[in-house]
C-alpha cells in the first residue's frame, strides 16, 4: 500500500484534475514533434513533477517509467572525483544539482554533454532527443546557470532540458529567454476540496466540506500536503467527522511553542533556550528560511503595524544574510534577539501609556 | 621516533637536554596503564622463538612504542626494526641490474630477521624481536600484498612481530584500518593491543619525575610550578610525548625571564618584568599548543568578559584583582579615555587563522556573559555581520578586518558582563551539520525515487507518513524509530540531552542502514518485516561490541568473556563499518568513537534495548556470558 | 538578430532566399523544425538594421579594409552576436570554420584556456585568399561571446595577446554590460553600443515571421508582446514560436493576449493593481493573506517588483520622497531575491513599506 498522495497521482496528461488547458497545450507541444526547453515552475506541492512526469509519458510511452538509480562520476577541472546521483530510464535523466553544492556548474555541464552525445539506443523511440530533468533550478549558482545556458543552445538537436523550480526569481533572464515558460499554480480551494473528496469516495468514506475547507486552510494550497493531512485524519478517526481537526506535523507546532517562547520573556538566557529550540529544528532537517516564515507569522500577532513593518523588516534582513554568510544560526539567532529587544521596548511602552 | 637508535644503544646517561625527549627506561617509568603492558608482555614472553602477530594501536604519543621497547628490554628481547628504505635505493637497483622494490627487502627482512640471529649479540638468551613502526607506501595502496607477505610470515617465522600503529582521525589514512581489517586479524591471529590516551594522574607523575630528572642534570633548573605542569596537561591532550617536549621548552623561557630580570634588577622593576613574564607565558601557551585550545579558550574568555581601564593606567599582575573589583563597574567601552586591557587587535591578529572556528566559540557561550537583551541584540548583529563579511567572494573583504569586526562588536556592547564562571563549550554547529548530513543520508536510502525534494520529504511527508501507516507498520520497533527521528525535544537544557537526541538518531541510521529492502520502503511497508527479524542478531552483536567497550574502559574483570564472543563481535564491528561506510564519506573514524560511547548512554537507559535482545535464544546466551 | 528587417526592404528574392533554404532543409532532416530565432537570423551584414555605426564599419571591411578590433556591447537580443557572426561568414565563405574561433561562457574561460587555446590559434597565420580564388583578409577573429562573464584574471591574460597578435588576428568581444570589462581591454578595442530595437521594427519583422509560419496573432496581443519584450527581438521571436507551438495545428485560433502574457511570465495587471489597493487599506493581514496567495499562483516575485516599479514611477497620487522610499526599498529586494533571499519574507517587507507610504 502508499500513501494516498502517490495513490493518486495522475499518470497521464490527460487525468490531470486542474489546469486542463495547460496540459492541452502541453499536449499540442508533444503532437507537434518539436518540443523546446522548459521552464516548470510554482509553489511547492501544486503538481509541478506530476506534470513533468505525465508530458515525459507522453512523449516516450510507459517506457519512462522504468526508473533505476545510478552514480554517475564526474571529475573537475580541478580534479576531483564526485559521484552524482541521477534518476533515469532509458528516455530521460533526472538529476538535482544542488547535490553537487559548489561543483554545480561542471556537474550540469558534464550530464548535458554526456546525455546529449549518447543517442538513443532504441532506433525506434520516437524522438531523437533526450529529455534532461533538473530539478531545483532555483539553488543553482549564477555561474552554473551561465554555464547552461550555451550549453542549451549547443546540444538543442539531442538534447532538451526540463528546468524544475519553485520560483523564476532566481533564474538569471539568459535562460528564462531560452526557454519555454511553464507556470503550474497552486490547485483553488474547489479544486482541493473536489480533488480530496474523489479520493474519499474511491476509499469509502466521505469527507464532510467542513474539515475539507479546514485541511486546504492549513495545507496553504499545497496538494500534497492536503492529501496527507487528509489521510492522517482518516487514520485519526472514522468516519471522518466535521469537527475533526487537520494534525499539523510536529514541527510546526514545535515551531509555534518556540515562537511562543520568545514572545513570553526577553532575556539573554531566555535566547540561549530559544537557540537550542532552533538547533532542535535544524538538527531535523528543517530549511532555515521555512523557520525565519513560521516564527515571522507567530511573531507578529501581538504587535501594532508599526512594529509590524519593523520585524518583517528584520525578518527579511537577516534571512537574507543567511544567504550571504556560512552560519544560518548566526543570523537566525540575532533575528529573534532583535525581535525580543524591540518587542521589549515596545511591550514597556504601552504599559507606560495605560497608566 | 625510529630515529631514536642511539639512545637506546648507548646507556641511559647519555641523556642530554638537547635530545628532544626522554623515554621511559624501565616498566615503573611508563605512563601507561599496568594491564596494557602485562597484556603485552604476556604475549611477548609466550612467543619467545615463535612467529606471532601482535598489533598496537592508540592516539599519538600515548606511548606505544616506549611500551613495547621497555618490555622487550625486560624480556631480553632484541628489537629489529623495520625502517623503509629510501627511495634512492629503488633507482640503483634499476642501474645496476639488482632489481629489489620494497615490498622484496620487506619479505627478505621478515624472512631473515625472524630466523637468524644478530651475530653480533652473543648471549644464548637474547630472543629477536620485529618491530614494523613505518609501512611502505605500496602497502597503504595494495594492502593484498601485504596480507601475501604476512602469510608467508607466519608459515616460516621465529620470531614475533609487533606492528604498531597511530589512530587517525582521518579515515583514509589510518594504517590499522587499512592493513589491518577484521577478517585478516582472525585469519592471522593477530593479537590487537589498543592503548587510550594517558590518563591525567600517569601524565602528572610523568612531567614530575621528567622534572627531577632535569634537576639532577643542571642543578640550576627550577622545577616548573603545578599550574603549568596543569596547564602542560591539558594542552597535551593525552599525548605524553607532547608533554615531556613543553616541559622541557618551557623552564628554558623562564630561565631566560630570570636572567633578566635578575640582570635588571631593582625595585622598580620588578612589577613590570613580572608581567612581561605573564605575558610570555600567555603567548607560549597560545603559540606552540598542541592545538591552540587552551590559547583560544583563554582568548575566548577575553572576549566574552571585557576589561577595561582608565587611561594611562598601569596594570600589573598582582592588583588586577582588586582594580578589577574597585573599577569594573564604573568603566565601559563607550566612556572616554578609557582602554582595553586586553586589546581586541592583537586577539585578531593571533586568531585570524582561525577566526571561523573562534567566532563560533563565542556565539556558542557570549549569552551567559550577557545581562540586557539589548546588547545581546548588538552583539548577535555583529556576529552576523562578521559570518557574511568573512563569507563574502565578490568584494574582497580582509579576514582580519571582518574578525576584528565581530570580537569588537561582542567586547564593546557588553557593558556589564556577568562575572559568573561558565565552562566554555564547544560549538554546537559542527554536530548539527553532522546531523543534518546523516538525516539526509538516510534519507536518500531510504526513499531514493521517491519524487519530491529532501526537504518537502523531511517537513511534509514523513510526519505524515508516521501518522498515517503507524497501523500499518505491524512492526513496532520502526514505528519506535520513526518517532525518534520526527520527535523533538521540548527546551534543551543539558548538553547531555541534546547528545541522547543526537544519538538516537545514529542508532536510527544503523538500524535502518542495516536493512537492505528498505529502499522499496515507500512501496510496501510491510515487507519490512522479515529482513528486519534477520538482522536482529546482528544488531544484538552490534550492542555487544558497544558492551565490550564499555568493559573495558571501565576495567571489569569481564575479560575472558570479551575473549569468547570475539566472533560475534568482530561480525559487528564488520557490521559497523560497513555501516559507517554507508554513512557520509566523511564521517571520520574518530567521531564513530564518540558516537559510540553517547550510545552506550541510550543503552543503560533505554531498557527496551534489552527487551530487543531478549527476543532471539542466540541474543540470550551472549547476554548471560556478559 | 533582430534588425534584419532589411531583408524586406530588399526584396522578397533576398529576403526568402535564405530561409527558404533552410526550411528545404530543415524538412529534409527529418521535420525537426529549428527555432525561429535561427531560422531568421540575419545571413549578411546588410540583413542588420539600426545599428548603423558598426554596420558600416563592418561593410567596408567585407569591400577590403581593415578590421579594428571590436567590442560590442548592449541590451540582449539586439543582434550583437549575429551581426559578427554574419560578418564572418561573408568574410570567410567557407573557410569560416577555421578562420573563427567562438568561445562563450559554457565553455573553460579560464586564464588557461585564454593561454592556451586562443594563444595557439592566434599564433597561426592566415593567408589572404580563400580557396576559390577570392581575396579575403589574412586575419583570423576570435570571438567572445558573453565576455563580461569572464574572470578578470582571463581577461588580464587576454591584453597581451591581443596587442602581440595584431598581425593575424581579430579580436571581438560580445558583452552585455560593458562596465565589466576592464579598462585595459575597452581601450584596445573600438566599441560599438547595440541599441535596444524600435517598436515599429520588431513589429514589422513578427509580422513577416508569422505570415512565414501561418501563425494568427491578434494585434493586441502583438503589442502585448512587444511591451513584455522591451526591445528584445529574440524574447519576442521565441514567444511567438512558443505561442505558436502550444496551439493546436487544426486548432485556428487566433493568439490571444492571455496567451502571451502567460507565455512570457508577466503578471497580469489585475494582480499588481490588486496589491496596491490591498496595500491602501493598511491591514497586516490582508496584504500577507493577498502575498499568499500571489505566491501560490507562481508568478515570479522578480517580475512583481519591475512591473510594480513603473506603476509606482508612474503613479500620480504618491509623493516624490515616498516615491524615494519605495524604490530604495524595491531595489533592496530586488538584490536580496537575487541572492536567493525568500520571496515571501521580501515581498511582506516591501509591502510594509509600501502601505506605511500609502498611509501618509
Known sequence: MSLWVDKYRPKSLSLLDYHKDQANQLKNLVKQGDFPHLLVYGPSGAGKKTRVTCLLKELYGSGVEKLRMESVPITTPSGKKLDIKTISSNYHIEVNPSDAGIYDRCVVMELVKNAAQTHQLDPTGQRDFKVVVLTEVDSLSVDAQHALRRTMEKYVSTCRLILISNSTSRVIPAIRSRCLGVRVAAPNQDQIISILQMACKKEGLTLPVE???????????????????????????????????????????????????????????????????????????????????????????????????????????FEHRVHQGSKGIFHLEAFVAKFMCIYKKFMEDSVIDMF | MANNQKYFAGSRKQFVLSENWAEPYTLDELAVDSRKVSEISTWLSSHRH?????????????????????????????????????????????????????????????????????????????????????????????????????????????????????????????????????????????????????????????????????????????????????????????DVRYAMLSLQMKPQEDVVAMFDFAGKRGPSNKKKSNFTKQTQEDEAVSTCGKDDRVGLLHAVGRVLYPKWKAEGEK??????????????????????????????NTLADSYSSSAGSFLLLVQENYLKTYSSIESVAAAAFSLSLGDVAMNSEGVQISHEISFNAAIRGVMVHNKSPHRAWNQV??????????????????????????????????TEVLPYMYLTSADNLSNGEIVHLFSILLYFKGPVKTDKQKSVTFSEQLKFVKAVASMESLTNFCENYKTLREPYNAQKSERATFVLDLKKQKIEEKDDELHISEDESDNEVDEGAANLTMLEAAMAEDVDLDEGAQNLSMLEAVIEEEVDYNALLNDSDDDDILLSQL | MHSFLKTGKLGPASGAGPSGDKQAKGQKRGNRPTPWVEKYRPRTVDDVVEQGDVVEVLRQCLSGADLPNLLLYGPPGTGKTSTILAAARQLFGDMYRDRILELNASDERGIQVIRDKVKSFSQLSASGIRPDGKPCPAFKIVILDEADSMTHAAQAALRRTMERQTRTTRFCLVCNYVSRIIEPLTSRCTKFRFKPLGEEKIIERLKFISSEENVNISSDALHSLIDAAGGDLRRAITCLQSCARLKSKDDASEISTDDVVEVMGVIPNRWIDGLMNVCEEYDYYKVTEYLDQFIMEGYSAGQLLEQLHLKIVMCVTISDKHKATICEKLAVCAHRLQEGASEYLQLSDLCCTLMLCLRQ
Open chain 2, 425 to 458: 563549550k564547544s560549538s554546537r554547529c559542527h554536530a548539527i551539520l553532522n546531523t543534518q548530513k546523516k538525516l539526509s543520508t538516510i534519507m536518500e536510502t531510504l526513499f531514493p525515487l521517491y519524487p519530491v525534494s529532501p526537504t518537502v520529504l523531511m
Open chain 2, 50 to 238: 615463535k612467529g606471532g602477530i601482535l598489533l598496537v594501536t592508540g592516539p599519538t604519543g600515548c606511548g606505544k612504542t616506549a611500551v613495547v621497547k621497555c618490555v622487550s628490554r625486560s624480556l631480553s628481547f632484541e628489537i629489529r626494526e623495520w625502517i623503509t628504505p629510501l627511495d634512492r635505493d629503488y633507482q640503483t637497483g634499476i642501474e645496476t641490474g639488482v632489481f629489489q622494490n620494497q615490498t622484496e627487502k620487506f619479505e627478505d627482512f621478515l624472512y631473515s630477521s625472524s630466523r637468524y640471529s644478530n651475530l653480533f649479540v652473543k648471549t644464548s638468551n637474547v630472543a629477536s624481536l620485529l618491530l614494523v613502526e613505518d609501512y611502505p607506501n605500496i602497502f597503504l595502496l595494495k594492502p593484498e600484498i601485504f596480507h601475501g607477505i604476512l602469510g608467508q610470515y607466519c608459515k616460516i617465522a621465529l620470531a614475533p612481530i609487533i606492528f604498531i600503529c597511530s589512530d587517525s582521525s582521518d579515515k583514509s589514512v589510518d594504517i590499522a584500518y587499512e592493513l589491518f581489517p577484521q577478517n585478516i586479524q582472525r585469519q592471522f591471529d593477530i593479537t590487537h593491543v589498543s592503548f587510550n590516551p594517558v590518563t591525567r594522574t600517569k601524565m602528572m607523575q610523568a612531567l614530575k619525575r621528567m622534572g627531577a630528572y632535569l634537576q639532577s642534570l643542571s642543578p640550576g633548573y627550577k622545577l616548573p610550578t603545578q599550574d603549568s605542569l596543569n596547564e602542560i596537561c591539558e594542552s597535551a591532550n593525552g
Open chain 1, 211 to 317: 474539515l475539507a475547507k479546514k485541511i486546504v486552510e492549513k495545507s496553504e494550497r499545497n496538494l500534497r500536503l492536503a492529501f496527507l493531512m487528509c489521510e492522517s485524519c482518516k487514520v485519526q478517526e472514522t468516519p471522518l467527522k466535521e469537527k475533526q481537526e487537520p494534525i499539523l506535523p510536529q514541527w510546526q507546532v514545535f515551531l509555534k511553542d518556540t515562537a511562543r517562547s520568545i514572545m513570553h520573556e526577553q532575556s539573554p538566557k531566555q535566547l540561549m533556550e530559544v537557540r537550542g529550540r532552533l538547533y532542535e529544528l535544524l538538527s531535523h532537517n528543517i530549511p532555515i528560511q521555512i523557520i525565519f516564515k513560521g516564527l515571522l507569522k507567530e511573531l507578529v500577532s501581538n504587535c501594532d503595524i508599526k512594529l509590524k513593518a519593523a520585524v518583517v523588516e528584520e525578518a527579511a534582513f
Open chain 2, 315 to 344: 596594570i600589573n599582575s598582582s592588583n588586577v584583582k582588586r582594580k578589577r573589583k574597585e573599577d569594573e563597574k564604573h568603566l565601559d567601552a563607550t566612556m572616554p579615555g578609557v582602554e582595553w586591557i586586553h586589546n581586541p
